[in-house]
């Protein structure tokens, strides 16, 4: 028996030294990924790859000795649970392999210390044969669950730190504003996942690649390589050789659906043929994760919106500082001069000087509108808004807000209408009519003229609800996600009818400030809008005021 | 017109808002006077005595209220505020303050004669003239205490009729929630806005052709009501 173990150990460790090197090098591959500047020479078995070996042998060693040192009765009933300690180590420290070995080593140093004959390797009665047989399956079971176990514990950190690279980088996407911004990200990225040194080439208004110096160098050939693709026609994916190193450099382009921003060359290092082919899937699998975000973001059109953005933002807290106050004082000057030359006798009885300033009138009653508007705006933004509750008449409310835009709905048939069981609200009038005249005044621009636009007031369910009724353009399914947006207005509507996308976000601020809702029903395009203001009627009854007051 | 012509001060720190305001006022049979800061303009109240103010609020030496609370110390002229901020607060503190009436920039000259017009008939009122407030088909005797409407004779309660008295009293020209309340209520319903809002409704189903539209007792948005004296409106205002 013990023989037979002993063939069996032999038998074992003659491959185990191909089948190390094999496993150093796979670990070395993945080391060499996420460790830059390793340098793996897979051919050769290392005295760094023996030394768990021998660890795995001295530790079941000195398990020996401490069994011996105990006596023997009780080293016998110790010997199968004390040996699984140091082959549980082994396998979970260094491997399947130090673990076998392990098992190994300790039930031969278990037969020939402890099973009777002692200091043989044989086995008389059939007992103890089948202890041993029993301890050697145990052995090697734990050890191969344990080193399992190793490897999935190293897989998950391992893909941890994956995630976390990956996170960092779509941070760092999201703060790209220039297409050098994106690469110098996507440089980086390469470098801390994969370890490589990457050079990028950027796409130039020719048509050709440039390399971008600060980025990293790449060697002569590569730089040809490159040169010679055109963004035109197309840049495709290819791999070559550096002569003078003997370096394999990936050549990859990186854009989105419509645009090729640039041409990345990775260095894949050298080495064996199925080792670059290894590395060269790895490399493949992060770039198609970073095209895949790329072409997720259209990262061009992104960037393009963002810095948009930032300026537009920019504009209008300045717009909103100082500058509108500015505007109101020469528009009430115009606004009043025009209101004298209209009294005039000279000009009303004109027709066409009449219909002059009239227009004039009409157009200072929509810029002071916009003024309004981005003013409303600034009160929110700035945290502002506090609205000064007072009980008042939703019929107050819709009346004052359909009075305030008369101009804007006078080429429209207004309707009005109320519930006769209408409570008073505790609310801010002037947010609530204001936000019912943002919804009338995008009822009246989206909406034909001549159209009827209806505003029905009801007492429903414990709530007041305001509905605007049109028969316009409609809202589809995609502008109605967007709805309530700061500053959004349709791509359908931005061309042809004018707007700064602040009204119905104001609409829907002041509502919510109210602890109300504006919800927008559409059947969808022409098909008509209803926008509501729903707004909680509060539970106290009028009917007891009423009494008070009939007298 | 052998009637003297009425004199108003402009106090306005903006050139161009009292280049238009005097043509306005010129055209429509006023004399103007003008002051480009509140010094000024008190000044020239005091030497000038005009039947009527315009006030700025934003003035460069000192605030509107300000300026007005040193006018109303020994005066009672008219004084029409002309307000930047649509702020309900602030319209409601100037009222209290003294001031008759206000508008909002940007403002028509028509809606800013009629407010003149409003402050001066209350102001120059006197016990012999015609006590009948008429505004529109309504018309309120304020001495026998009728109300007619398209010459039939409306009821209305008692609170009804003191509410519609203080307009007419008032008429063209707005009154505050307070001030209402205060005349009508007395007790812990004088705070109640509620009570004012239900009778308001009620006093419109008497007197309005269409109560849910009201066109002679309109809502100043969180400041009070005003009782219309015209009725229509031209389109540049």
């Avoid at chain 1, 399947?96 to 037969?111: P, V």
């Avoid at chain 2, 007197?207 to 002679?216: C, G, K, T, V």
Wanted: hydrophobic share 45%; glycine share 6%.
């Amino acid at each position: 028996m013990s023989c037979s173990a002993k063939a069996k150990s032999l038998i074992y460790s003659l491959p185990l030294f191909q089948r190390l090197a094999d496993i150093r090098a796979r670990r070395a591959e993945a080391e060499h990924v996420f460790a830059p500047g390793f340098d793996a020479k897979p051919q050769l078995v290392m005295w760094t790859d023996v030394l768990p070996l021998l660890w795995s042998v001295g530790s079941i060693g000195v398990v020996t000795a401490l069994l011996f040192v105990l006596n023997e009765p009780i080293a016998a009933n110790l010997v199968p649970i004390a040996y699984l300690i140091p082959i549980i180590y082994a396998a979970t420290r260094w491997g399947i392999w130090a673990g076998t070995l392990a098992s190994l080593t300790a039930i031969t140093a278990a037969d020939f210390f402890f099973f009777t004959p002692l200091y043989s390797l044989r086995v008389d009665s059939p007992q103890e044969a089948i202890d041993l047989l029993v301890f050697l399956v145990v052995a090697l079971v734990s050890s191969n669950l344990a080193s399992r176990l190793q490897q999935e514990t190293e897989r998950l950190r391992r893909r941890e730190r994956e995630i976390q690279h990956l996170y960092e980088f779509s941070k760092r996407l999201t703060a790209c504003f220039t297409i050098s911004d994106l690469i110098d990200a996507v440089s980086h990225y390469l470098a801390h996942t994969l370890g490589q040194r990457a050079a990028l080439f950027v796409a130039s208004a020719g048509g050709h690649f440039e390399s971008s110096p600060e980025l990293g160098a790449a060697p002569p050939a590569v730089q040809e390589s490159v040169a010679a693709m055109t963004a035109a026609v197309g840049a495709t994916d290819r791999s070559i050789i550096d002569e003078s190193t003997q370096d394999v450099w990936l050549l990859r382009a990186v854009g989105s659906n419509t645009v090729v921003h640039g041409v990345i060359a990775i260095n894949a290092g050298r080495g064996t043929r199925e080792a670059i082919a290894l590395r060269t899937r790895r490399i493949e699998a992060v770039l198609e994760e970073v095209s895949l975000t790329l072409r997720r973001l259209d990262i061009g059109k992104a960037m393009d919106d963002a810095r948009m953005h930032l300026q537009a933002e920019l504009l209008r807290d300045a717009f909103h500082g100082t500058l509108s106050h500015e505007l109101c004082s020469p528009l009430a000057a115009i606004q009043g001069s025009v209101s004298v030359m209209h009294a005039m006798p000279a000009i009303s009885a004109d027709e066409r000087l009449r219909s002059l300033i009239e227009a004039v009138s009409d157009e200072v009653v929509r810029l002071d509108g916009h003024i309004r508007n981005l003013l409303n705006a600034t009160r929110v933004t700035a945290g502002g808004l506090t609205p000064r509750l007072e009980w008042s008449d939703p019929r107050d409310i819709v009346n004052a807000a359909v009075k305030a835009r008369a101009p804007r709905l006078a080429a429209h048939r207004v309707e009005i209408g109320f519930d006769d069981d209408l409570p008073l609200l505790n609310v801010d009038s002037g947010l609530v009519a204001e936000a019912c005249g943002q919804l009338l005044e995008n009822a009246a621009k989206y909406s034909p003229s001549g159209s009827t636009i209806s505003v029905r007031t009801r007492h429903v369910g414990g709530r007041v609800v305001m509905s605007i009724v049109d028969q316009g353009v409609g809202v589809t399914p995609d502008e109605q996600r967007h709805l309530g947006r700061k500053s959004f207005r349709s791509p359908r509507h931005q061309a042809n009818v004018p707007g700064s996308g602040l009204g119905f976000w104001i609409a829907s601020t002041f509502v919510k400030a109210h602890d109300g809702t504006v919800e927008v029903v559409s059947r969808g395009h022409g098909l008509g809008t209803t926008a509501s203001i729903l707004l909680p009627a509060p539970q106290t009854t009028d009917s007891e005021l009423v009494t008070c007051d009939d007298e | 017109m052998s009637k003297p012509r009425n004199l108003v001060l402009l106090i306005d720190d903006e050139p161009k808002i009292r280049r238009f305001l005097r043509a306005g006022f010129e055209i429509h049979g006023f004399s103007v006077v003008e002051a480009e800061n509140a010094a000024d303009g008190l000044k020239i109240a005091t030497f000038n005595a005009p039947d009527l103010v315009i006030l700025d609020l934003g003035l460069p030496d000192l605030h509107g209220s300000e300026t007005l609370e040193r006018l109303r110390s020994w005066s009672n002229v008219p004084v029409i505020v002309l307000s930047v901020e649509s702020i309900e607060d602030e319209k409601v503190r100037l009222l209290q303050a003294g001031a008759d009436d206000y508008v909002v920039k940007p403002f028509g000259m028509a809606e800013l004669l009629a407010r003149c017009d409003a402050a001066l008939r209350r102001y120059f009122k006197s016990a012999t003239e015609n006590p009948v407030v008429v505004a529109g088909p309504l018309s309120v005797d304020l001495v026998s205490r009728t109300v007619s409407l398209n010459q039939a004779r409306i009821k209305l309660t008692r609170k009804e009729y003191r509410l519609l008295h203080v307009l007419a009293v008032h008429i063209g020209l707005v009154v505050t929630h307070d001030q209402l309340l205060k005349e009508i209520w007395t007790g812990n319903q004088r705070d109640n806005i509620q009570y004012l809002r239900i009778l308001v409704r009620k006093l419109r189903q008497k007197i309005e052709a269409d109560p849910n539209q009201p066109r002679l007792l309109v809502t100043e948005s969180g400041v009070g009501y005003r009782l219309e004296n015209r009725l229509e409106t031209s389109v540049a205002d």
